[in-house]
């Protein structure tokens, strides 16, 4: 990415709220199979041939199948997640796109990219937070697509994907992770959680909507419910200044 100019304006995500039946994440692997792997580390580092043993392995048969199930009527293109990891670039998103192409005969989208660096890896909620993942690229209008990642923490990332493509007339049918947690599946915040969420921090929603450019309602559900784990706004407020300093230094 380019290096930030500190006089141009800020950029923030632009999230939509979620659509009823807006299916789970389909997590190939449970996370210490995945990060076990030999090939694991230097994939993540950006190199394509262990990315590319990494992901055969993983993406058995029945996974692919799976995504052929499900999806497969509307031959979404396979739009990956371009992170930058420390000083490379994360491997295994790219990698999953062409493996499923060859498997699935469905297309690679390569327009797409993550203008910043956020430093998810191994980071805590409230770095996640703070620090949002920015997409540009090109979309095509009235294509369908399936958003590809090789971790899913709270979510955040791929639904700053989705909300890009959508805003520029893409239809995002689902997603898929190498890997991830089974309860940061559910990407699509339930109405439970937002009456929750807005119930115990809703003086917070404008501010919320200032600092990050959406409402509650385009939250994830890990994103929600680790807001509502926090004892009030102060703390919520704190916790994302703290971690943005953080980050800065």
Known sequence: PEPIDPGAP??????????????????VADTPVAQGHPSYAAAKQGDLEAALQLVSDLLTEDRVASLRLRFG???????????V???????????????????LGWEPVRSLVQINRVGHTKSSGW??????????????????????????????????????????????????ALTGKTYSSILALTDETLTALRAKHGNLENWWRERFGFGFD???ESEARYLLRAEDADTIRNRLAEAESKSRG
């Open 218 to 220: 385009g939250l994830t």
């Open 73 to 83: 009527d509307r031959e979404p293109l396979l739009a990956a997640v371009h992170g």
């Open 10 to 27: 800020v950029r923030k995500p632009r999230r939509t709220p979620w659509p009823r039946g807006f299916p789970p994440v389909e997590i």
């Open 127 to 176: 770095h996640r937070l703070a620090n949002q993942a920015l997409f540009d690229g090109e979309v095509l209008a009235g294509r369908h697509y399936l958003l590809l990642d090789d971790f899913i923490g709270q979510g955040g990332t791929l639904a700053n994907l989705r909300a890009f493509i959508e805003t520029q007339g893409g239809r995002v049918v689902g997603a898929s």
């Open 85 to 103: 990891e420390g000083t490379s670039v994360n491997a295994i998103p790219q990698v999953m796109a062409g493996y499923l192409s060859s498997r």
